[in-house]
């Protein structure tokens, strides 16, 4: 692929998960950072998104978070960003954090995190993103999802190609080796994106 300088990262703001999960989000910013890869995320200073970001600045990495209005209005970003964006839904927000970026990472979360996740592989399916996607599957936290995709195959409502619009890793270290080995996305996806 081409030069990685830019990466999406979905996270979660919950502060009750266990703690491998927050410990996974903060080495995941320092390994990207380490690599001179920009962040681009939710703009939280809660659970994973804050770990994450404090991973990435205690590596002198770049971070850049994009937030909805009235998370701002609730004191919800991360107080030491390089760069925030404030925008005014959360369809905007999701179209502004995967605009330009390189590679998408989405380690575990809740509904946000996983409706981003999903949108991100569709958008891939129709042709109109066409960077890697690494499902961080830290606790085996995606494994029933990864095993819905798969019967969305098999059942036929996506096609064989469709399994290599994504790659699942253990953890934060497989990250940046899957995004750079990940195999080019055709261009004409959209040409079975319908079956």
């Given amino acids: 692929?081409?030069?990685?300088?830019?990466?999406?990262v979905y996270a979660a703001s919950s502060r009750e998960a266990d703690p491998e999960y927050y410990?996974?989000?903060?080495?995941?910013g320092r390994l990207l950072a380490e690599a001179s890869v920009t962040v681009v995320f939710g703009g939280g200073a809660n659970g994973a998104m804050g770990a994450l970001a404090d991973g990435a600045l205690a590596a002198g990495?770049?971070?850049i978070g994009i937030l909805p209005r009235f998370m701002q209005e609730l004191e919800w970003a991360h107080p030491r960003l390089s760069e925030l964006r404030v925008v005014e839904d959360m369809r905007e927000r999701k179209h502004?954090?995967?605009?330009?970026?390189?590679g998408v990472v989405a380690l575990p979360g809740g509904s946000g995190t996983l409706e981003e996740l999903l949108e991100?592989?569709?958008?891939?399916?129709?042709?109109l993103y066409f960077g890697p996607i690494v499902l961080v599957n830290v606790r085996g936290f995606?494994?029933?999802l990864l095993r819905l995709l798969e019967d969305a195959i098999t059942e036929r409502f996506m096609d064989e190609r469709h399994r290599a619009m994504w790659r699942a890793v253990a953890g934060p270290d497989d990250v940046l080796p899957a995004?750079?080995?990940a195999p080019a996305w055709p261009e004409d996806a959209r040409?079975?994106?319908?079956r």
């Fill in 96 to 102: 502004q954090m995967l605009q330009g970026a390189d």
């Fill in 179 to 181: 995004l750079r080995s």
């Fill in 120 to 127: 991100a592989i569709t958008l891939k399916r129709l042709g």
């Fill in 142 to 144: 995606y494994d029933p």
């Fill in 1 to 8: 692929m081409a030069a990685l300088t830019r990466v999406c």
């Fill in 23 to 28: 410990a996974a989000a903060r080495r995941l």
């Fill in 61 to 63: 990495g770049r971070l």
């Fill in 191 to 194: 040409g079975f994106a319908v």
